[in-house]
Structures are given as structure tokens and as C-alpha cells.
């Protein structure tokens, strides 16, 4: 049966806004049991770099990691291996930009047991998140449950 | 000392990228090329290159060419356990970086090895 | 920069290069301008060039002749197909000479270069199938030697006798198939050695002669069809792989000439035997992994290998551990033993770091109370697929640590309590026999737990009464329903249902619930499984 899933809400600040500035609010989906909050710079990490243990860079401060999944890079490992390898790096959430790789979606939402929130986003949210991303604009970013409306089907 | 200028530029347009993409850099290298994941900022993209800046060392495979961290205390190494050049402050000897040279040898700072 | 600054004591920079003052020499970057030369007007204080990634297919003569104190020089992602000797001639102070990424032929025999300065030397990813006897002879301070990605046949011995103070080399992905004896003679300062990737099946048993200095020898992904014992005679060897050949056996006191070893990787070999001295005094070891040696029979003799953190010993044929085990190996951390024949277990009490135990598949049949006694870093126990039938009342009493037990798959009828009060993972399906309904008190942190049978779920809230009666109709029962399905059915959001939360409080109870950590029970109860067990 289609397993029911909890919708993220991630607010975004751009840090030279701080602490005014108003955040820019998009949707997720969690998945993998994984629902719950989460808060953190937005760190961009590439698809290749949760390949291996490498332990390239540290971030001291906490941070969310944002990877934008491509179907054209070679498949080095299960996505919920990455997963677990970005929480691992010391991601306090991380969210996967799923509009490029249809099977990536899939696949993701069968996992269990994520120790912290894993988000996937595409479309609209994705690209406005991702856009930030490539202005390299620095951030802070707010993961929360979604509450859906108490009567959503009432007609 | 000598300066290291990294002769590639980010983004699409490097001659050694096979497929790229505007978010992520390069996402694959053309072959015997090694792909080495920049930090920008908050953003981390591909570059391929034909050597790893500094800081960093190749390993090639048939599959694929990365580079990756050498220890904290080396500028440049061969690989993980083989420094080629010390950070300052610690002098080379046989592939490692110490604060201090094994008897007989003395600390030459220009060089940053034990001589 | 340069550019910038007009006047008669400005060094010249070659357009279109950009080049950077360092005190009074100069560092040029030509990188990546389609160049298919080298610039002509170089000045004399340049001490660091980058021609790297132009379209340069030769070197003009005298092209470098001035550059007296040129340190590093950079020419890979270019054309070139020959440099001579002439064509480096000046190079004096050269100490890192870069040329990978060409499509170099042939080294210089005859006239080869004179730089005697020279430190690095990459060649790597050119099409060299031969290394000349006489290549290297003005290059005696070479340290570091990159050949690795070329299409070498042969270990060049010959040329490699002029480079008494070489430390470390790359001969990696290139097509050699055998390593003579005395291949490395001279190179007495050898530190690391890479011959991953080619074709090597044979080695002489005395080709590692005169490698004094090695500490690292990399022999993965080759065809060597014997271990290779010549590696007896590196007696600095700290760390070895020879994962990915074609290795049966691994021979009685196989490193005894390596006392200095602190990593073996050797996955990925059909090894068949191993003889039981074989990883005895290795003091620095502190991982050892075997995989499916199925004509193991008896467990390694491990005396001096002291440091052992981890040992993995998997698909073999043990049917018995030593007693004396923990004794051996005092530091353990891990230990994996599944998938072999043992039947009693002794006592891992000396074993005071385990942090996990991995005994899955055996035919163990009791667990007594001394077994795992007083193991207080053990995190992680898998006795899953035995036949245990029984456990004594106090063999988890004193697991303080234990957050994961596995005893799937026994004969157990009981499941002592006592010492599991920290477990987040409990399984104990395939055990037709238990029927106790456990109470969530006895596992205040439990996350993950797995019963024989459903209706031990219920103690769990996860009984039918808990759901409107639509969803349970319309809803398959799903044999691995996940942590947040358990919430969505607990708090109920969808229109049908009498239960009706404001939606802060609906909030609230989510970040309760998530940090109560609700319970995910399985088999999940639903009509077919009704929480009332059929048997009363």
C-alpha cells in the first residue's frame, strides 16, 4: 500500500537578511521515517562526494547539506547509503534535490530508520532552493512537519 | 617558495570535463583526468584536472581518477601515509612531517625538511 | 600581478599569461590559453611555470635554456610525443618536472636529461610501453616517480638502478605480468611501492631484495595465483594489499618477515586454507578479515598479534573457539564469526572492549551466564539462525551498553530481561515457542522491536482498536510498516475520525511522540492477527 507521508516545511534565510529578513518557505516530502526538525547553514555537497569516506572537509558549525541528485553521475553507491554517509559527515538534516533522478524519489522513500530528517524536493522548491545555492548565497535553514489542514477532503 | 596556481577554471567550460551540470560542476571526467570536488563557499562543484591542487593527491583506477585529502600536516603529498612537502612548522623525513628530525639530522626551515 | 606594473625593472610577463611576483623572481601560469608553443620571452627569474592543458606538441629548441632557476615546471594536458635531452637543457635548480596527461612514446636513451635537482617526476597517463636503460641517469635525486597509467610490460629494472634515493614510485595501471627477482636492488630508500592494476601472475621469490625502507606495498587487483611470499624479505612493511587476485592459500608463518604490519587487506581472493601460524607475531595488526577460507577448520593461532581491534572470520568451517581467545587478543572491538559450525561458545570475559558480536549462523545451542559476562562496551549481539534453546536467567545481566539483540530464528521458549533495559532493537522472530507478551517497561528506549507472533505487538498500542475501522479495511497490512505510518496511525489527521487534536497540540504531540521514540512492532496486528491470541 502507498505509504503515507509526512510534508516538510523548510524555511530559508539568506544570513545578510538576519535576523529581519523574512524566510523564503518551500515543501518537502520526509522520508524514510525520518519526520521531524531540524535547523542549519545550508552546506551544497556534489552527488561524488558521498562516495566514499573522504573526509574532505569538516564543518564545524551546524549545517544541512542540500545535493542535488543527477542521473548522469555514475551510481557509486544506494542513495540511502549516501544518506546515512551525509548524516555521518555530521549533517543535522539533509535534502535531496530529486528533479533530475525519477528514480531517486523512488527509491528513497523505502528507507528506514534515518537517525535525522531527510527531505526530498523537486519542481519549484527545488529550483528557488537551488538557485539560491548557485548564488552561493549563505543561509540558514529551518526544517519543520508540515500540519496538514484538520478537514483537507471535506467538501 | 614556489606559488600554486590552480590552472583551471571552475564551472562548464574546463577542458577536461566529460558531462556537466550548472548546480553541480562537472559530474564526470573525460579519461585520465582527476575530478576534485571544490568548495566555494557553500557550494562544493566538480573540476577535472590533470593534477590535484594542493593539499590534495591522485589516485587513478581504471574506473576513476579522484583526488583526496593528504594529512593536515602536509602541503603535498604522494599519498595518504607519504608527504612530498611539509606544512610550516614541520620538517620532512622519509614521507613524514614532524615537528622534530630523528638524531643527526636538523630542521632546515627554507626547505622545511630534515637535512 | 605583474600585468599591472609598467617600468623597466617589471620582470616581463609572456602575454597572454598571468604571472605573480615572488620577491624578486617571477611565477608565470600559462594554463589553458591554446597555447601550441612555449612562450619565447620568458625572463630568467621565473621560478615556477604552468604550460599545463594548452595544445603544445613539442618543445622548440632552447625553449627553457635561460631558466636557470626554474623550480617547478608544469606541462600536462599538452601534445607531446618525445622530449630530448636538449630540449630541458638549463633546467638546473628543476626539482618538480610535470608531464602526465601527454601522449610521451619514448624516453630519451641516449642523451637523457641532466637535471640533476629533479625531486618529482610525473608520467603518468602517457603511452610508454618501455622505460630505456639509460633514462633516468641524470635524474640520480629523483624522490618521487610517477609511471602509473602507461603501457609498461616490464618492471624497468634497468633504468631504475640509477635512483639510489627514490621513496616512492607508481608503476600502477600498466600491463606488467611478472616481477623478476632482484627487480628493485638499489632502492635502498624505497618507502612506498604501487603496482595496482596491472596483469602480474608471477614474482620471483626474491624480487623484493634490497627494499629496506618499504613500508607500503599495494599488489591489489593483479592475477597472483600464489601468495606472494618474497614479500618476506620487508621486514619495515607496515602496510600490505594484495585484495582482487587469484590467491587459494595463505601459507603457514606467511608474515613472519613482517613484524612491522599494521594493515592486511586481502578480500576478494578464493582463499581456501590458511595455515594457523600464519597471522601469528604481528604486534601492530589491528584488523584481520577472512571470508569464505571454507577449509579453515580450526581457529587461528593469534599469539603476539596483541592488537587485534577487529577480527572477521566468516563462512569457514569452525566448529569450536579457543578458550584461551580473549586471552590472545585482549583488545578486541569487533568480532564477526558467522556463518561457520560453532556449537559452544566460551567465555569472552577477557574481551573487555567488544563492542560487537557478530555470531549469527552457527549451531550454538546454550548461552551460560559467563558467556558475555561482564562486557559492558557491547553494543551490538547477533545470535541470530542458531539453535539455541536455552539462556541463563543472568547472561545479559551485566550488558550495560547493549542497545541491539538479534536472536532470530532460534528454539528459545524464554527471553531473559534482566541487563536489556537500553535495547532499541529487539528481534526474536522464528522463535515459535516464545509465547510471553513482553511489557514496554522492561524497554523504556526500544525503537525496533520483531515477535514471533502479532498479538505480542499489542503491549505496544499498535492493536486495531487504536484505528478507524475504514483505514484498517482499506489498508493492506504491511509485514515492515515504518515509524512515521505508526504515528500517522496513532494521531489520525484524516477526515473520518472522532479524534480531534488542535493543531498546536497536534504539534506537540509529534515532537513528543518523536521523542518517546514510538515503538515499531511487527508482525502488526489486524484482523487476520487479532491481538487475542487464538490459543487463549
Known amino acids: 500500500s502507498e505509504r503515507p507521508t509526512l510534508r516538510a516545511v523548510i524555511k530559508v534565510t539568506l544570513l545578510k537578511h538576519e535576523p529581519t529578513g523574512k524566510p523564503i518557505v518551500l515543501e518537502g516530502v520526509f522520508v524514510g521515517g525520518s519526520a521531524g526538525k531540524a535547523e542549519g547553514k545550508l552546506m551544497q555537497y556534489h552527488p561524488l562526494s558521498l562516495c566514499n569516506t573522504s573526509e574532505d572537509e569538516r564543518q564545524e558549525s551546524d549545517f544541512i547539506t542540500i545535493v542535488k541528485l543527477e542521473h548522469r553521475v555514475p551510481r557509486c553507491k544506494a542513495l540511502h547509503d549516501k544518506a546515512r554517509m551525509a548524516l555521518d559527515k555530521g549533517a543535522q538534516a539533509v535534502i535531496f534535490d530529486v528533479s533530475d533522478d525519477a528514480n531517486a524519489a523512488a527509491e528513497l522513500r523505502e528507507i528506514d530508520s534515518l537517525p535525522r530528517p531527510v527531505v526530498l524536493v523537486e519542481a519549484e522548491d527545488a529550483e528557488e532552493l537551488m538557485g539560491l545555492v548557485n548564488k552561493n548565497e549563505e543561509a540558514k535553514v529551518v526544517i519543520e512537519i508540515k500540519m496538514e489542514p484538520k478537514w483537507p477532503h471535506y467538501d | 617558495p614556489h606559488k600554486q596556481i590552480s590552472g583551471v577554471s571552475s564551472g562548464c567550460q574546463q577542458g577536461g570535463c566529460l558531462t556537466c551540470s550548472d548546480y553541480n560542476g562537472c559530474l564526470s571526467c573525460k579519461p585520465r583526468f582527476f575530478m576534485h570536488l571544490e568548495r566555494i563557499g557553500m557550494k562544493q562543484i566538480g573540476v577535472c584536472m590533470t593534477s590535484c591542487p594542493p593539499g590534495f593527491y591522485g589516485t587513478r583506477s581504471p574506473e576513476r581518477n579522484t583526488c583526496t585529502k593528504c594529512r593536515s600536516e602536509c602541503d603535498s603529498c604522494f599519498n595518504k601515509n607519504f608527504c612530498t612537502r611539509c606544512r610550516a612548522g614541520f620538517y620532512l623525513h622519509l614521507g613524514k612531517c614532524q615537528e622534530s628530525c630523528p638524531e643527526g639530522l636538523v630542521r632546515s626551515d627554507t626547505q622545511r625538511e630534515c637535512v | ?536
Open chain 3, 1 to 536: 600581478r605583474i600585468q599591472d606594473r609598467q617600468g623597466p625593472a617589471a620582470p616581463l610577463c609572456p602575454p597572454p599569461c598571468q604571472c605573480e611576483e615572488d620577491g624578486i623572481f617571477i611565477m608565470v601560469d600559462c594554463s589553458e590559453m591554446g597555447l601550441s608553443s612555449v612562450p619565447t620571452n620568458l625572463s630568467p627569474l621565473t621560478t615556477y611555470l604552468d604550460l599545463s592543458m594548452n595544445n603544445i606538441s613539442e618543445i622548440q629548441p632552447r625553449a627553457f635554456h635561460r631558466l636557470h632557476l626554474l623550480s617547478e615546471l608544469r606541462i600536462s594536458g599538452n601534445q607531446l610525443r618525445y622530449i630530448s635531452g636538449h630540449d630541458l637543457q638549463g633546467l638546473n635548480n628543476l626539482k618538480v618536472l610535470m608531464l602526465q596527461n601527454n601522449q610521451l612514446e619514448r624516453l630519451p636513451d641516449d642523451a637523457p636529461w641532466d637535471l640533476p635537482n629533479l625531486l618529482s617526476l610525473r608520467l603518468d597517463a602517457n603511452l610508454l610501453s618501455e622505460v630505456p636503460a639509460e633514462a633516468f641517469r641524470g635524474v640520480r635525486s629523483l624522490r618521487h616517480l610517477w609511471l602509473d597509467d602507461n603501457s609498461l610490460t616490464e618492471i624497468p629494472v634497468m633504468a631504475l638502478d640509477s635512483l639510489p634515493s627514490l621513496q616512492a614510485m607508481t608503476l600502477a595501471l600498466n600491463q606488467i605480468t611478472h616481477i623478476p627477482d632482484y627487480a628493485f636492488t638499489n632502492l635502498s630508500a624505497l618507502v612506498v611501492l604501487h603496482l595496482h592494476n596491472n596483469h602480474i601472475q608471477t614474482m620471483g621469490s626474491r624480487c623484493f631484495e634490497g627494499l629496506h625502507s618499504l613500508e607500503t606495498l599495494d599488489l591489489n587487483y593483479n592475477d597472483l595465483q600464489e601468495f606472494p611470499v618474497a614479500i618476506r624479505t620487508l621486514s619495515k612493511l607496515q602496510e600490505l594489499g594484495f585484495h582482487n587476485n587469484n590467491i587459494k592459500a595463505i601459507p603457514e608463518r606467511a608474515f613472519v618477515g613482517n613484524p612491522q604490519l599494521q594493515t592486511i587487506h586481502f578480500y576478494e581472493n578464493p582463499i581456501q586454507f590458511v595455515g594457523k601460524s600464519a597471522f601469528q607475531f604481528l604486534p601492530k595488526l589491528h584488523t584481520l578479515s577472512l571470508n569464505g577460507a571454507t577449509q579453515i577448520q580450526e581457529f587461528p593461532d593469534l599469539k603476539g598479534t596483541t592488537s587485534l581491534e577487529i577480527l572477521t572470520l566468516t563462512r569457514a568451517g569452525l566448529s569450536a573457539l579457543p578458550l584461551d581467545l580473549c586471552e590472545q587478543l585482549p583488545r578486541l572491538r569487533v568480532l564477526e564469526l558467522s556463518y561457520n559450525q560453532i556449537e559452544d561458545l566460551p567465555s569472552f570475559y577477557h574481551c573487555s572492549a567488544l563492542q560487537e558480536i557478530g555470531l549469527q549462523h552457527n549451531q550454538i545451542r546454550r548461552v551460560e551466564s559467563s558467556t558475555f559476562h561482564q562486557l559492558t562496551s557491547l553494543r551490538a549481539l547477533d545470535l541470530s539462525w542458531n539453535i539455541i534453546e536455552w539462556i541463563h536467567p543472568d547472561a545479559f545481566a551485566s550488558l550495560h551498553s547493549l542497545i541491539k539483540l538479534d536472536l532470530t530464528e532460534n528454539h528459545l521458549s524464554s527471553v531473559p530481561v534482566a541487563g536489556l533495559g537500553g535495547l532499541t532493537h529487539l528481534k526474536l522472530r522464528g522463535n515459535t515457542e516464545l509465547y510471553e507478551a513482553f511489557s514496554p517497561d522492561h524497554f523504556p528506549h526500544m525503537r525496533v522491536i520483531e515477535m514471533p507472533y502479532a498479538y505480542q505487538c499489542c503491549v505496544y498500542g499498535s492493536c486495531d482498536n487504536y484505528k478507524p475501522a475504514s483505514q484498517w479495511d482499506t489498508e493492506q497490512s504491511n509485514t515492515n510498516e515504518d515509524l512515521h505510518k505508526r504515528t500517522v496511525a496513532m494521531y489520525p489527521i484524516h477526515g473520518d475520525t472522532h479524534y480531534d487534536p488542535d493543531l498546536e497540540e497536534f504539534q506537540l504531540e509529534i515532537e513528543e511522540s518523536k521523542l518517546q521514540t514510538s515503538v515499531q512492532c511487527t508482525p502488526t496486528p489486524g484482523p487476520f492477527r487479532p491481538c487475542d491470541s487464538l490459543l487463549g
